[in-house]
């Protein structure tokens, strides 16, 4: 038995730890209800959420609208977004942000901050020596770094879900063009931490486009391949994609759709924005012919004028799609000059002439980065505003050779669709569709070391080695491992941009820095010192490309193997606890398990062979797959030959292991592991081979940022504090806002309705002379103290107003509800009184109350009738001036005492079982005679029964619902039912005869 018990506390254990987890997911669930998705484009965003019972649905901002402008104005004291802030940017250019995602992951040589300056004039960029970055100088004591205003803008966001949604939300997907290398997306990263938000994803915008595309054309997707091209040209750059949807089978769901990223070209600043820039230069050139003579300013140096002609030529080129031509006009433009001038689609389009030239460049990028012809391409989809414009779409039909252009998809809201399908398919709190997403890499990364060689005549060189880690277009999220093999002592390696000959000239000076970071490695030595019996396996350092394309260097790890000689001796009971919790939960001891359970690890290493032909580099040993969902990734890999002479000393099948020892298993020849192997006689366990240790020894990481520098954590923290400092100032705003508009409409209500007949009816003149003067002397104040009043001094002059009005709008308030609730009082007492009398008229022998029952229930109705008419009395010899006695709150108290006796005897009455009756031999009730009386007539016993026999009980009858229903009107007496008209037609004197199912 002892043993027995001993074998079932592993389970035990195992039930509460998964109980364990189970509470801990419902804690999770409590607190991400809700999630949301920030399509961030460059013009304008788009908010998604999902919350129970609202699927995938757009988010409407204040103004009403599905798109809101990525704008802020920043003042001393005072913060605007969205409408009202693009709204200011006529007013206050200086003040007002826009286009500043440009500006993120950009040091100050960078040409696109040349070009922000060039584009916007009005705006001051001061220069971060500590980051060598810019950043927005509003005024002296005012400026904010790129990532700031994008912090506030997501803050901004969070908001409008949490409004939509009604609750709060933490948990968001954002989407990023995909072109931003490693510091832009960090950036982004840092902007949602100011803001307080937890980034589920970084996820490309053309990526999401395609996931929304497929969501909603789930059945279409098939075994076969389809290659679709999405032509997305936004406000600030254009992107062209090439997508293969197609189903596979995977681990956990079997066959799902999948969509995999096979191709990508981009041009940063094609879009909407330029062609809008240029079409307001046009227009202010007009404008200073107009006033050539007039000895008049260029329009060009004041940025009102020119804030309020880009406006006007983004309203050009919407209406110019549409039409041949159109006329810009504003008024007073500058020095109170209208400007007016007729514009047409044919100057539009040669302004824009060199724009359209580079319109086919991302279509062939994406092609050569896809290996494709366009003759594999099925559909071509366009996505973004700027694919609106007529010329565009004639050169980019003409460039891909297809009948049409497919508009089959919303091109404002696709992405932001896509990524909400994302965020709840990523949070706990949701259950999805499987949709397998397979991203790809854009700018492939390697890592570049040096070490000596010797070489045969003795002597020692330097040897530069690379080793690419992630390949261009290779799927992601992934992670890999590079070994190296020949270090015993402390060294550093550099991770680097791989081969970015696919840019161009231009694109590679805005790309930035192609050095990504250095690592210096410390303790190798130490690790080396600590085993000296053991055998080095090599330097692991692990690598995670994660799903938001950001890498990360997860550790680094010294490796040791030796062999050991198994105990012939039973395995510990812990180590028997250990294995059947693991076997509980699926896991095991089967030498093919993963560190996390789910990605299966690729690994670089370092071939100790020279003279390979893979020159300047080395051999190369990769793992496939990173996250492929086929399910044959787990299978184990061929036996190893035991001729293979490479000393790497690596196996295919070795996997990551976090934990200080493992045990190798004994898979040198290619049989299986000992978990597939019949179980072992006690001779064989004594002549088991030794067996292989591994010791694995933590390497401290030191990294050097050489890109962009991270904001150190203090300035991190004080950027925090900063955006919390502002959104409290801005609700704290709003809240005295709110109590100033709250005392003003007080004032002008108040003022009105004591001119009204019903408030003039309860007062005297005094009394609205007297507060008619308190509310004159609180306007007053307001207009001349309420500028620097605080919101505590408006709630308290609202306060003491309301406390001076309070008797008059009683009064008002009181005969408002006095005929609803006496009405309703009179009705009751009567319904009351035709109940009591109807119980009364029940013969004996049906009577289900007692008469303290029925006592107690008239004296509740006397009483309420003798208030009310006391009351009443009373109330008309006030004067309507008084505080009335007669209040509804005293009415509705009485109502309830009433009703509450009457429900009392009405729940009684429908549970109450019916008396027994006699029945004859037959089995039918005895009727009394025709002629017989109520009180003193004998009644015939049945044969074979003397006069003095009691009849014979009926036995009782259960009564179902709907039998209570057909008896009570006719036990209460209740007016106008069906067997009160039976009973008036028979004879007076006699009882209507009763059926069975009528009681």
């Known amino acids: ?36 998705s920030v399509d961030l484009g460059s013009e304008s965003m788009k908010v998604a959420i999902v919350k129970p019972g609202v699927p995938m649905e757009i988010v409407l901002n204040k103004e009403s609208r599905r798109k809101t402008p990525v704008t802020v104005t920043l003042k001393e004291n005072e913060r605007l977004f969205g409408d009202s802030a693009a709204s200011m940017a006529i007013k ?49 004591h005012l400026k904010f770094s790129p990532e700031e205003v994008l912090g506030m803008i997501l803050n901004y966001s969070r908001s409008l879900a949490e409004d939509f949604a009604e609750q709060p939300i933490k948990d968001a997907v954002i989407t990023v063009p995909a072109f931003f290398n490693q510091a832009e997306r960090r950036a982004v990263l840092q902007a949602a931490h100011m803001a307080g938000l937890k980034v589920l994803q970084l996820i490309n915008d053309n990526t999401a486009t395609a996931l929304s595309y ?21 406000s600030g750059s254009t992107v062209c994609t090439i997508v293969t949807y197609q189903t596979v089978k995977t681990k956990e769901a079997g066959m799902q759709p999948q969509l995999q990223i096979r191709g990508v070209g981009f041009d940063r600043t094609l879009g909407g924005l330029e062609m809008e820039l240029r ?38 080129k919407t209406i110019l799609s549409a039409n041949a031509d159109h006329m810009a006009q504003i008024e007073g433009l500058m020095d109170d000059v209208d400007f007016k001038a007729k514009v047409t689609r044919v100057e539009f389009e040669e302004l824009c002439a060199d724009l359209f030239e580079r319109v086919p460049g991302p279509v062939q990028q994406a092609l050569q980065s896809a290996e494709m012809s366009l003759d594999e391409i099925e559909q071509v989809i366009l996505v973004g505003g700027a694919t609106r414009v007529p010329r565009v779409q004639d050169v980019l039909l003409k460039a891909v050779g297809k009948e049409e252009l497919g508009k089959n998809i919303n091109a404002d809201e696709a992405a932001a669709m896509g990524a909400v399908y994302q965020a709840a398919a990523l949070s706990k709190a949701f259950k999805v569709k499987p949709f397998v997403v397979r991203d790809a890499v854009i700018y492939p990364i390697l890592v570049e070391f040096t070490r000596e060689v010797e070489e045969e005549s003795g002597v020692r060189s330097l040897k530069h080695n690379k080793r690419v880690l992630f390949s261009r277009m290779g799927p992601y999220p992934q992670r890999k491992v590079i070994t190296f093999n020949r270090y015993s002592h402390d060294f550093n390696f550099h991770i680097n941009y791989g081969d970015l000959g696919f840019l161009g000239p231009e ?33 692991k350092a692990h690598f995670n490309l994660d799903e938001s394309g950001v890498l990360s260097l997860d550790r680094v790890e010294s490796v040791f193997e030796t062999l050991v000689e198994d105990s012939p001796e039973e395995e510990s009971t812990l180590t028997k606890l250990g294995n059947t919790i693991s076997s509980l939960f699926g896991g095991g001891t089967t030498p093919d398990a993963k560190e996390n359970g789910t990605d299966t690890v690729q690994e670089e290493e370092e071939s100790p062979a020279e003279g390979s032909k893979d020159e300047p580099g080395e051999q190369v040993e990769l ?98 504090q900063k955006l919390q400092d502002l959104t409290l100032r801005d609700l704290e705003k709003q809240e005295r806002e709110k109590a100033a508009n709250s005392l003003e409409a007080f004032i002008f209500e108040t003022q009105d309705k004591l001119y009204q007949p019903e408030y003039q009816e309860v007062s005297t003149e005094e009394q609205r002379e007297e507060i008619s003067g308190k509310l004159s002397a609180a306007s007053t104040w307001l207009e001349d103290e309420g500028f620097g009043a605080t919101t505590v001094m408006l709630k308290e002059k609202l306060v003491e107003l309301r406390k001076l009005c309070q008797g008059l709008f009683f009064r008002v308030e009181e005969r408002k509800k006095w005929p609803e609730r006496l009405s309703a009082l009179d009705s009751l007492l009567n319904h009351s009184s035709m109940f009591l009398k109807g119980a009364r008229l029940i013969p004996e022998m049906d009577q289900i109350f007692t008469e303290v029952e029925m006592t ?87 044969p074979g029964q003397t006069e003095d026999a009691k009849p014979i009980p009926e036995p009782e009858r259960v009564q179902t619902g709907s039998e209570q229903e057909d008896t009570e009107p006719l036990e209460l007496g209740g007016p106008g039912t069906g067997e009160e008209s039976e009973q008036k037609e028979q004879p007076a004197g006699q009882k209507q005869p009763l059926k069975n199912d009528e009681l």
């Open 856 to 942: 107690t229930l008239e004296k509740v109705i006397n009483e309420t009738w003798a208030w009310k008419n006391a009351t009443m009395a009373e109330q008309a010899k006030l004067p309507a001036t008084e505080k009335p006695v007669l209040l509804s709150k005293d009415i509705e108290a009485k109502m309830m005492a009433l009703d509450r006796e009457v429900q009392y005897l009405l729940n009684k009455a429908k549970f109450a079982k019916p008396r027994p009756r006699p029945k004859d031999k037959n089995g039918t009730r005895a009727e009394p005679p025709l002629n017989a009386s109520d009180q003193g007539e004998k009644v015939i016993p049945p």
């Open 92 to 140: 206050n250019p200086k003040a007002t942000l826009r286009y500043f995602q440009h500006l993120l992951g950009k040091q100050t040589d960078n040409p696109h901050v040349a070009l922000y300056r060039a584009r916007f004039p009005e705006h001051e960029l001061g220069f971060d020596p500590q980051r060598q970055t810019v950043h927005f100088q509003i005024s002296q």
């Open 507 to 539: 694109d590679l000076r805005v790309f930035g820095s192609q050095n990504l970071t250095t690592v210096k490695l410390k303790g190798v030595g130490e690790s080396f010192k600590k085993y000296p019996d053991y055998e080095s396996k090599g330097i």
């Open 214 to 234: 497929g969501v909603f054309r789930r059945k279409d997707i098939n075994n076969t391949a389809q290659n679709i091209m999405f032509y997305d040209m936004g």
């Open 623 to 720: 793992k496939e797959e990173a996250e492929a969902p086929v399910e044959d990734t787990s299978q184990p890999p061929p036996p190893e030959s035991k001729g293979d002479t490479a000393p790497s000393g690596e196996k295919a099948t070795e996997k990551e292991n976090g934990e200080k020892s493992e045990t190798q298993k004994p898979s040198e020849k290619g049989e299986a592991g000992p978990e597939a192997a019949p179980p072992a006689s006690e001779g064989e366990k004594k002549q088991k081979p030794a067996r292989k240790q591994r010791m694995v020894e933590e390497i401290g990481v030191e990294l050097v940022v050489l890109d962009l520098p991270d904001l150190p954590e203090d300035e991190l923290a004080r950027s925090m």
């Open 1 to 36: 038995m002892a043993a027995t018990v001993r074998r079932q506390r592993p389970r035990r254990l195992a039930c509460w730890a998964l109980m364990a987890v189970l509470l801990a997911d419902l804690l999770a669930l409590s607190d991400t209800l809700a999630v949301m």
């Open 279 to 316: 079409l307001r230069d046009h227009l202010a050139g007009l404008f200073n012919e107009q006033r050539k003579g007039q000895r008049a300013k260029d329009v060009r140096e004041n940025p009102r004028a020119m804030a309020k002609l880009l406006r006007e030529a983004n309203r050009l």
